[in-house]
């Protein structure tokens, strides 16, 4: 089986309101070999700030593939705009009505504490989330109070400013932590949104003696050494990063912004072979 995988793709970044679908498939065809794709397109979450959007790019990139498999980032759980803030009372209700959609499509599924198998493979995931990790491992002599690093979270991210229904920086990561031990033993390829490693060298070496780190990881050694897969699929950074860690392959390969991107020019698609 072959699959391809990418994160924080962002579609409303580079879309915005209009969205042919020949602009679209030109779009993604510099980065995907549209006449040779994987059996499984991997997104790892980040997908955009608008649901209607999401789906209908979702189905235009399925037609080039036999599954699609996501979880949900942080930007999946943001209100922004009227709209959303109309259709939605908070955070939860626009991913559960977003997955809802998304599982609702032949061939396409948005892992939330769940497996699923194909030809033989199982895929687990959630979204995952971020916690402390990063403080606790590299900097294990000094304290963090809840309330000092909600105020680094308000500071250097705009999570706090536009997920609704959360008061602290790990709340989500709380309710994350239970559908990944439902999953982590018994998956042969694991997805989250968040980097499950904690440690430094795992981190993008300009991020890595920065204390916002832990907002974009958490301390997964645990299921790393403890689990079945062979594969960990991740994203949030807008880095590439790659490391193996307790014979586990952990891979990060977004898509991110445009201006990240060159619009697209200067990312390429990553594939794995199991």
Known sequence: MKIDILSDVHF?????????????????????????TGDVLIIAGDLGH??????????MIKEYYSYIICVLGNHDYYLMGKTNKKLFKDSFERVNSMRKFINSKDGMYCLNGDII?????????C??????????????NEEFPITSTNQMWSNCTPDSKFIFGIENFDDIFTIEK?????????CDVMITHINPSSKKEHIDIKYQNNPSS???CFDGEKYLKDGNMKYWIFGH????????????QCICNPLGYFNESGNGQWVSLKSIKI
């Open 12 to 36: 409303d970044n580079y879309f915005y309101g209009k969205y042919k679908k020949d602009d679209v498939i030109k779009f993604y065809s510099q980065i995907i070999d549209l006449n040779n």
């Open 50 to 59: 608008d649901n209607e959007q999401n789906i209908r790019i979702l189905k």
């Open 117 to 125: 198998e194909i030809q033989g493979i199982k895929f687990g995931g």
């Open 127 to 140: 979204d995952g989330w971020y916690n402390d990790g990063f403080l606790k491992v590299n900097y294990p």
């Open 178 to 186: 239970e559908k990944i031990n439902a999953v982590y033993k018994e």
């Open 214 to 216: 832990t907002f974009f």
């Open 237 to 248: 950074s807008h880095d590439k990063i790659e490391y193996t860690e307790h014979n586990v």
